[in-house]
């Protein structure tokens, strides 16, 4: 088939993406619930801090009471008690007195400043103060950091780890999030043994499944592996019935290209199952298919472990995504400076193997793998993300711009 002919790569997740549903929604206790994505809008119950407290170990006092206070004439404060945290001064403060107050305390009524230990010179219950104290020095005052009735958090938002310590705070447990989405593998191919199998002529071993399972269950998504369907059609059929009892996503590796035993595709329409694409203009993966079933969605990808992965990164987990309501489910690409040419022959949208680092100038950099191919493992171990070249054929310098996707989400 002709370039012409096949689906552009962009309207293909556009398709994908168009034909989710979003899942029902579950409360979840606060200590659950990373990685779930919010079903409402978070809004703060109350102000953080929700009361005014010292930002440092001091003295509260009445910063009136301090003007004019000079070395040769100081102030002098009576210092009548203590704030501590979790054990506040009970009274208001009055004029000419203090309070010694810890980092965090309750800034006592009446007190309008702190002035820090280090500052401070005390003899007996009396506080010297020899220049005057700034209103509102060294307090954090109240609602600084949130205010009440403020919009926090919003809907399709995933929830990370930098959430958790202001959810704690505010007591924003339990959370209305989507549920997770279950997902059938099923490899295909005769020729497949377990990865842990002595290796037989003809055969080859697994790696899709375990790199599937693994990618989806590391992201919180319930994964079930229902075997390899070999190259025959009912078996096919029926292992293929199974997944779709079970899940509300099917990943299928193999069997999607145009061999005499390549039966995916087949198989689905036997099942009555409506193929939306079939072939997308990118590399790799260009026999990628995409099918509904009832509510099911269906990805064929092809068996190559590089298509695997370039399929998974654009098509599944962006699907996976947006049936968790996530506002923004496709993959974030991110630009590096690309140290080494790459001419790029095809017009399909490529995806390059390559490793991706930050340079002594704090720049993100990209250098392709020295081999690319949809097959090579070698290529995959040495990347941590890809180079994306959209569609078009043409010349890309040393020092060149380019989108790039990483593998992990730990890059900057």
Same mark, same amino acid.
């Given at each position: 088939?002709?370039?012409?002919?096949?689906?552009?790569?962009?309207q @293909?997740?556009s398709?994908?993406?168009?034909?989710?549903?979003?899942?029902?929604?579950?409360?979840v206790?606060l !200590?659950?619930?990373?990685?779930?994505v919010l079903a409402?809008?978070? *809004?703060?119950?109350?102000d953080?801090?929700?009361f005014?407290n010292?930002?440092?170990?001091?003295?509260?006092?009445?910063?009136?009471?301090?003007?004019g !206070?000079?070395?040769?004439?100081p102030v002098r404060? $009576?210092v009548v008690?203590e704030?501590a %945290?979790?054990?506040?001064?009970?009274?208001?403060?009055? !004029?000419?007195e203090?309070?010694?107050?810890?980092?965090?305390?309750?800034?006592?009524e009446?007190?309008n400043a702190?002035?820090?230990?280090? +500052?401070a $010179?005390?003899?007996?219950?009396?506080?010297?103060?020899?220049?005057?104290?700034?209103?509102?020095?060294?307090?954090?005052p109240?609602?600084?950091?949130?205010?009440a009735?403020?919009?926090?958090?919003? %809907?399709?938002t &995933?929830?990370?780890?930098?959430h958790?310590?202001?959810?704690?705070?505010?007591?924003?447990?339990?959370?209305?999030?989507?549920?997770?989405?279950r997902?059938?593998?099923v490899?295909?191919?005769s020729?497949?043994?377990?990865? +842990?199998?002595p290796l037989?002529?003809g055969?080859?071993r +697994?790696?899709?499944?375990?790199?599937?399972?693994?990618w989806?269950?590391?992201r919180?998504?319930?994964? &079930?592996?229902?075997?390899?369907?070999?190259?025959e059609?009912?078996?096919t059929?029926r292992?293929?019935e199974?997944?779709l009892?079970?899940?509300e996503v099917?990943?299928?590796t193999g069997g999607?290209?145009?061999?005499?035993?390549d039966?995916?595709?087949p198989a689905?329409?036997r099942?009555g199952? &409506?193929?939306?694409f079939?072939?997308?203009?990118?590399?790799?993966g260009?026999?990628?298919?995409? @099918?509904?079933w009832?509510?099911r969605?269906v990805f064929?990808?092809?068996g190559?472990?590089?298509?695997v992965v370039v399929? *998974?990164?654009?098509f599944?987990?962006?699907?996976l995504a947006?049936l968790?309501?996530?506002?923004e489910?496709?993959p974030?690409?991110?630009t590096?400076?690309?140290n %080494?040419?790459? &001419?790029? $022959?095809?017009?399909r949208a490529e995806f390059?193997?390559?490793?991706?680092? *930050?340079?002594?100038?704090?720049?993100?950099?990209a250098?392709?793998t020295?081999q690319?191919?949809? !097959?090579?493992?070698?290529?995959?171990?040495?990347?941590?993300?890809? *180079?994306?070249?959209?569609?078009?054929?043409?010349?890309y310098p %040393?020092?060149?711009?380019v989108?790039?996707l990483?593998?992990?989400?730990?890059i900057?």
């Amino acid at each position: 088939m002709k370039a012409e002919g096949l689906l552009p790569f962009e309207q @293909a997740q556009s398709i994908v993406l168009s034909s989710v549903a979003r899942l029902e929604t579950e409360q979840v206790d606060l !200590a659950q619930s990373i990685g779930r994505v919010l079903a409402e809008n978070v *809004v703060a119950p109350h102000d953080l801090p929700s009361f005014d407290n010292a930002a440092m170990d001091g003295y509260a006092l009445r910063a009136q009471d301090t003007q004019g !206070a000079a070395s040769e004439s100081p102030v002098r404060l $009576r210092v009548v008690g203590e704030s501590a %945290a979790g054990k506040p001064y009970p009274r208001s403060l009055g !004029a000419g007195e203090a309070v010694a107050i810890s980092t965090g305390a309750p800034v006592p009524e009446g007190a309008n400043a702190v002035l820090p230990v280090e +500052d401070a $010179r005390v003899e007996g219950e009396t506080l010297i103060c020899s220049q005057p104290v700034r209103e509102g020095s060294h307090i954090r005052p109240k609602g600084q950091d949130v205010s009440a009735g403020s919009l926090l958090l919003s %809907a399709g938002t &995933r929830l990370r780890l930098q959430h958790l310590g202001m959810l704690a705070a505010l007591g924003l447990t339990p959370l209305a999030v989507y549920r997770r989405p279950r997902v059938s593998l099923v490899v295909s191919g005769s020729e497949l043994l377990p990865y +842990d199998a002595p290796l037989q002529p003809g055969k080859i071993r +697994d790696t899709n499944s375990l790199l599937l399972r693994e990618w989806l269950t590391r992201r919180g998504i319930p994964t &079930r592996f229902l075997g390899v369907a070999p190259d025959e059609m009912d078996a096919t059929v029926r292992l293929l019935e199974c997944a779709l009892e079970e899940a509300e996503v099917v990943v299928l590796t193999g069997g999607v290209s145009v061999g005499e035993h390549d039966l995916i595709k087949p198989a689905l329409e036997r099942l009555g199952a &409506r193929i939306l694409f079939w072939r997308v203009n990118m590399k790799p993966g260009k026999p990628i298919l995409f @099918a509904r079933w009832q509510e099911r969605a269906v990805f064929g990808l092809p068996g190559n472990p590089l298509a695997v992965v370039v399929g *998974v990164l654009n098509f599944v987990l962006p699907y996976l995504a947006a049936l968790e309501g996530e506002a923004e489910p496709l993959p974030r690409c991110l630009t590096a400076r690309l140290n %080494a040419p790459v &001419r790029k $022959r095809e017009t399909r949208a490529e995806f390059l193997t390559a490793r991706l680092f *930050v340079d002594e100038a704090g720049s993100l950099v990209a250098e392709p793998t020295p081999q690319q191919g949809s !097959a090579l493992l070698g290529s995959l171990a040495m990347a941590n993300g890809f *180079v994306y070249l959209p569609g078009g054929s043409g010349d890309y310098p %040393a020092g060149a711009l380019v989108d790039v996707l990483p593998v992990l989400e730990v890059i900057p």
